[in-house]
């Protein structure tokens, strides 16, 4: 690794104000970023941890029903509250492994935005709304392809609200060595509409199967996607499974992310 | 009732105490007062001609205490290949020389150019990103079969081709193998590929050298399985050291599986430069750099045929193999795909006539060696996948075509060199049917295909020679070393013994084990022995842990030295007794003279021979310590039957392994709960190559799994509880505890099991699938179903 | 190089670490506690896993100045003073469940974390919990089989006694 100075603010003002240095970095719960470092594929002068923020800090529940999960919650608390949010509480659950879950967080996950991460398909599954220090992002507006995001340098994730869905689903086929998605596929049935987000999948980063939700919100069953296939066109090919093979498992998850949900 | 102490027994382990505490020494626990730290500059081209390294700038870095090339090494020998294979010509094999650090050109990604040694790690790592190293880029040759063409890409510019050998195995019995498959009733035919394993013991590899100028002496803490082997090689053909100025310790290691058996480049360097620098320097593997400097293991590319007559007896079998060396020649390396696997190949038939082609080529890859089980599971896999297919082909149960060929009679000479001493193949397969419940299995398929799964029923049976090995045998073909083992048993005033053995425990828990034997032959508690392992200068010369060898060989030598001591102590029981020798009987530590109620304690007459005041000194001198190497007769032939069920989700190509059970034949058992252990760990690594792991490259050279987060580890979520059996034993013939060894059993027997489950679970969902190539992943089990 | 404190297996250690330092370098080389093992530089392993405040984390994948202030349990402090095995740690030995002992502290932390949340659970519920631990040596057979025995559960009937 190359050195660092290390930061642990308080608040979210202290954070941003850390954050203007030159190549400062923020630190969720660091279960991606310090790997990077250690390959020195990073050099930030500083890292702002931002796990001594408690105001970023938990799940709890808005006044319009709302779940809201403060930016610095590790995946362990979301994973704990399924009483809260079932679907979005199972998702969090499966995401690495219990020593991960207690260090990463929703809000590292969001930045970074892995192609096979979990939590971009939750968000973007639900229509979350992602809050950062200086404004409101839809999870439609937020996600711009592989690691990238509309987040702007130094800023921060603070909290995601996610409108919780009649009923919702996430469905992982675990790449076998990373553990990671090699395809992940969250389903969110809302009184106007279902949403499927899928990741893992395509080199473009999450995405929303539009067929599938048309074809779920006029018919809730996974007979209704039953012969709706996805394009290998775009999608990932790797050691672990060809194009054809990812596409595929899309839809085979779609439909028991459905059967589950339902 | 089972046994409490002794053979037989199952003992706790002592050596776990500090596993469980923390207070293991393992060798990154050593730290060497003063010690700098060295740090690779790797290649990451597979293929390049170095034109310039420019270190200058990077010397003038902080903590920079030189930075070494291969100029520093010219006039140092390269890292020795310790077999020479001879091919069907009766050529040597093309032998390419093997630097510490590359010399004008690089062969491997991973391949070392330079070393930084700077006062930290992470100074040295700066420095080496500022090398300059000007690099002109060959193509890389990764296929083995193109890297036979004509005009292919050489990985060594002094050889005449990218062949190491071409050997031919028996290669009088070619005509008469060719003549039986023209005469053959039916004929059975499988091209496959024994995938590229990286061995992965969790403790990645360290080295720490050090030089004492006052004395001139080096030493070497290393993870090595056989430290007086890597003191050989290292000392004689590399440094010049001779072994009286070299002492190499391997304290506690964390898992060889044979990767940790070869004499590395690293272990050289850090002896080196300590020398050079009057320091010790240190060198720490991380798991990314394991993965591209640990010699990898298996990475052969198969044809086999198997010929049968109208009654199903097997007639012969023929095979066609590449087999990857990798860029250099690993210690052990060309041994593996010949001698280690060629003399497998009848396997527990008694098929007449084998003949066994195997092409070894050099590659741009890292260089492979011996993996847990090192050919025979090569042999194993080929040899029972090909019978299962033929039995599908002839619509005959799998089972039944494997008993009707057994060999049942022994000792029996197999047509590929080996004679196997004993053996009951009937029996360990009773023993697996027995607890693999094979009447109950259409029930659970039928349970199963109600949940919408396909369920599989694989079977397969195992033969490996271990015990390695007759020193005489193994000279002739080809072995630059011996392969005997030594022990010295020391006996101290008040009674209790240390033995020093040349075997070397890296997780097989000799620290419990082998104190058993002496506590049975001696009759006194297993306490009063400790075992000393892992540091040449305790020791006598030794070859160390590998080939299932160290209860065969290493506790046969035990066994040995503790003989003499028995009969010294009966002398000197004898003695002060006043009764003839012949006389004297040793039973629960107590020396007696037979028909009397005349006796002395194990400890009155240890004391003894410190304390000889009454004592026959002008027979014997006093003392009581003893040597023997012990050279073995002839391999052991542990043999079994494995079985595998599986379930494959259609919908994904998924494939969970819902039972597996092993039934093996070891002899007889020293410690029954270790066993066990071996033989779960063996099947975990098996299932991990049969359903996981893939050591996989690009076609420029690039290790594409080249850390845990694409090579596949098997996770305990992975795998089931295992059914495991050893009731079946036909002792040893010619070793004096009549054991075979356990070690590699499970990783040789399980994955052709695992296999053939899955292909019987997809045929028996009408698919036309007779082969998928490991690891069977869900894609390459969707694809195959979808072909 | 600043000054970390941190509460370790309940004893108040300090040492100098840099902002790069991880926790599990610090445990090891600053305050000599070798106990911690690392066997991997992608947070799969578990070979270092320790308890922070009371939660099992990947001390390779930690900041030393993350712990700073912290309270840190390791596998030194697992047995009693007198060095008597805790449940956990006897129910590896009573059950085989290591061999080369590299993963198996992190395997014991790991375990400790699981049973204290979960006292009796099922064989898939532990198998599951390891998922961030490898183990090359066993197979896991009896890595499973002693933690279930370490929760007061009857492992005798299970395969391969």
Redesign the interface.
């Known amino acids: 690794m190359y050195n660092f100075d290390f930061e642990k603010p308080s608040t979210i003002a202290d954070a941003v104000a850390a954050l203007g240095a030159e190549e400062a970095q923020a630190l969720g719960g660091g279960q991606t970023l310090i790997p990077t470092l250690k390959q020195r594929l990073a050099s930030p002068s500083k890292l702002v941890s931002l796990k001594g923020i408690s105001e970023m800090q938990g799940v709890c529940i808005a006044d319009d029903g709302a779940v809201c999960i403060g930016g610095a919650t590790c995946h362990a608390d979301v994973a704990g509250s399924s009483d809260v949010f079932a679907g979005l509480a199972g998702l969090a659950g499966g995401i690495g492994d219990p020593a991960v879950r207690a260090r990463g967080t929703i809000g590292g996950s969001l930045a970074n935005n892995d192609p096979a991460a979990c939590y971009p398909a939750g968000a973007l599954g639900c229509g979350a709304t992602i809050m950062t220090n200086s404004r409101e992002i839809a999870a439609d507006d937020y996600f711009e392809g592989m690691f990238t995001t509309a987040l702007e340098e130094g800023e921060i994730v603070t909290e995601v609200r996610f409108p919780v869905p009649e009923g919702s689903n996430y469905q992982k086929f675990e790449q076998p060595a990373s553990r990671f998605a090699l395809v992940g596929v969250f389903v969110a049935k809302f009184a106007d509409g279902v949403r499927v987000a899928v990741t893992g999948a395509s080199e473009e980063g999450v995405f929303r199967w539009t067929e599938a939700e048309a074809a779920l919100s006029a018919n809730f069953s996974a007979d209704a996607i039953a012969d709706l296939k996805l394009g290998s066109d775009g999608m990932i090919a790797d050691l672990h499974g060809t194009s054809e093979y990812r596409a595929h498992l899309v839809g085979v998850l779609t439909r028991r992310a459905v059967a589950a949900a339902a | 009732m089972p046994k409490d102490h002794g053979i037989g027994a199952s003992p ?2 002592r ?10 020494n ?1 060798t ?2 050593i730290n060497v007062s003063g010690q700098a730290y060295v740090h690779f500059l790797r290649s990451d081209v597979a293929h390049g001609r170095i034109t310039s390294i420019n270190t200058e700038a990077a010397a003038a870095m902080p903590g920079v205490l030189k930075i070494f090339t291969g100029a520093d090494f010219e006039g140092v020998g390269g890292i020795p290949c310790g077999w020479q294979v001879t091919d069907r010509h009766g050529e040597p094999m093309q032998e390419p020389a093997h630097p510490v650090l590359a010399q004008g050109k690089v062969r491997y990604v991973g391949d070392q150019i330079a070393a930084v040694v700077a006062e930290t790690l ?1 100074q040295a ?1 700066d420095a080496a ?1 500022a090398i300059e190293v000007d690099l002109e880029e060959l193509p890389a040759v990764v296929d083995m079969k193109a890297a036979l063409a004509d005009g292919a890409t050489k990985v060594h510019d002094d050889l005449t081709s990218n062949l190491c050998y071409d050997w031919g195995f028996v290669e009088e019995n070619k005509p008469a193998v060719d003549a039986a498959f023209e005469a053959a009733a039916h004929v059975t035919t499988l091209e496959l590929r024994n995938n590229r394993l990286v061995a ?5 590899r360290v080295a720490i050298g050090d030089f004492n100028r006052g004395t001139g002496d080096s030493t070497l803490y290393t993870t090595s399985q056989n430290p007086h082997v890597i003191r050989l090689l290292m000392g004689a053909f590399v440094l010049g050291i001779p072994e009286h100025k070299l002492r190499v310790v391997a304290p ?4 060889g ?1 044979g990767t940790k058996i070869f004499h590395y480049a690293e272990e050289a360097f850090c002896t080196f430069a300590a020398k050079a620098l009057n320091r010790a320097v240190k060198w720490t593997s ?3 750099e394991a993965f591209i400097s640990d010699a990898h293991g298996r990475d052969h590319v198969t044809k086999i045929e198997l010929a049968l007559d109208a009654e199903n007896n097997f007639t012969a079998i023929r095979t066609d193999t590449h087999a990857n060396m990798g860029a250099y020649l690993s210690t052990f390396a060309p041994s593996v795909p010949t001698w280690l696997h060629g003399t497998l190949m009848a396997g527990n038939y008694k098929t007449p006539l084998i003949y066994v082609n195997v092409k070894a080529v050099f590659t741009n890859t890292v260089p492979v060696d011996a993996y847990r089980g090192a050919g025979r599971p090569e042999a194993t896999y080929q040899l029972e996948r090909v019978i299962d297919k033929a039995a599908r082909e002839l619509g005959v149960d799998p089972i039944a075509l494997r008993r009707q060929n057994f060999i049942t009679e022994f000792p029996y000479a197999t047509p590929v060199a080996v004679e196997y001493d004993t053996g009951d193949y009937h029996g360990t397969m009773d023993a697996l049917e027995k ?1 693999a419940d094979f009447s109950g299995f259409e029930a659970r398929r039928k349970e199963s295909e109600a949940r919408g799964k396909l369920r599989g029923l694989g079977v397969n049976c195992y033969i490996e020679a271990c015990g390695i090995a007759p020193s005489n045998l193994v000279g002739q073909l080809g072995a630059r070393a011996g392969l005997y083992e030594s022990a010295t048993v020391r006996v101290n005033a008040t009674g209790g013994l240390v033995v020093m053995t040349g075997s070397h425990s ?4 000799h620290e419990t084990s082998f104190p058993q034997v002496i506590a049975e032959m001696i009759g006194i508690d297993e306490s009063m022995v400790e075992i000393e392992h892992g540091d040449t200068d305790k020791a006598p010369m030794g070859m160390g842990t590998y080939g299932s060898r160290s209860l065969a060989v290493g506790g046969s030598a035990m066994v040995r030295a503790t003989e003499k001591i028995i009969a010294k102590t009966k002398k000197i029981a004898a003695h002060l007794l006043e009764a003839a020798e012949a006389d004297i009987e040793l039973k629960d530590g107590t020396f007696s003279v037979a028909g009397t109620d005349k006796s002395v304690a194990w400890g009155d007459v240890t004391l003894a021979a410190y304390v000889p005041h009454n004592y026959p000194l002008e027979d014997i001198e006093p003392g009581l310590e003893e040597t023997a190497f012990y050279d073995p007769a002839n391999f052991t032939y542990p043999s079994g039957a494995y079985a595998c069920e599986v379930e494959v989700d259609p ?4 494939v969970t392994i819902e039972a597996f059970s092993a039934a093996d034949d070891f002899g007889n058992v020293v410690n029954p ?2 066993v ?2 071996q033989v ?6 098996g ?1 991990g190559q049969a ?2 792991e ?1 050591a ?1 490259y690009d076609e420029n050279g690039q290790l ?2 080249a ?13 089931p ?5 050893h009731s079946s034993q036909t002792p040893c013939t010619h070793n004096p505890l009549g054991v075979k060894g356990c070690g590699e059993a ?1 990783a040789i027997g399980s994955p052709p099991a695992v296999v053939n489950a899955v292909v019987d679970a997809l045929q028996s969902g009408g698919h036309k699938v007779d082969h998928v190539d490991m690891p069977v ?3 390459r089990v ?2 195959a179903m979808n072909a | 190089m600043s000054q970390v404190t941190m509460t370790v297996n309940g004893k108040q250690m300090s040492g100098d670490a840099e902002g790069r330092t991880l926790l599990s370098q610090f445990l090891r080389e600053t305050l000599g506690l070798t106990g911690t093992h690392v066997g991997c530089d992608t947070s799969q392993c578990g070979a270092c896993v320790v308890h922070v405040d009371g939660v099992a984390v990947k001390s390779c994948t930690m900041l030393a100045m993350e712990a700073d202030g912290a309270d840190v349990s390791t596998i030194e402090g697992q047995a009693a003073a007198d060095g008597t095995l805790n449940a956990l740690q006897q129910a590896f030995q009573d059950h085989h469940g290591l061999q080369c002992g590299f993963c198996t502290p992190g395997m014991i932390m790991s375990a400790a974390d699981l049973l204290k949340a979960n006292p009796k659970p099922t064989e898939a519920e532990v198998r599951h919990h390891l998922e961030g631990n490898i183990c090359r040596c066993t197979g896991y057979h009896n890595i499973v089989k002693a933690i279930m025995a370490a929760s007061g559960q009857d492992v005798s009937s299970i395969a391969a006694e």
């Open positions: 706790k382990r050596e776990d105490v500090r596993f469980l505490s923390g207070t293991g393992y990154d626990d992470e790592r990103e992965n013991p969790m403790e990645p506690d290691v964390g898992g599986f991380t798991r990314s607890i890296h997780g097989q828990g919908e994904t190509g998924k709960m270790i066990d252990g779960h760990g063996g099947i975990g690594q299932i359903l996981l893939n996989a594409l799994s850390s845990y987060m694409d090579y596949a580890m098997p996770r305990a979520s992975d795998v509880f295992y059914s495991v059996d499970g992943s869900p894609s969707w694809a």
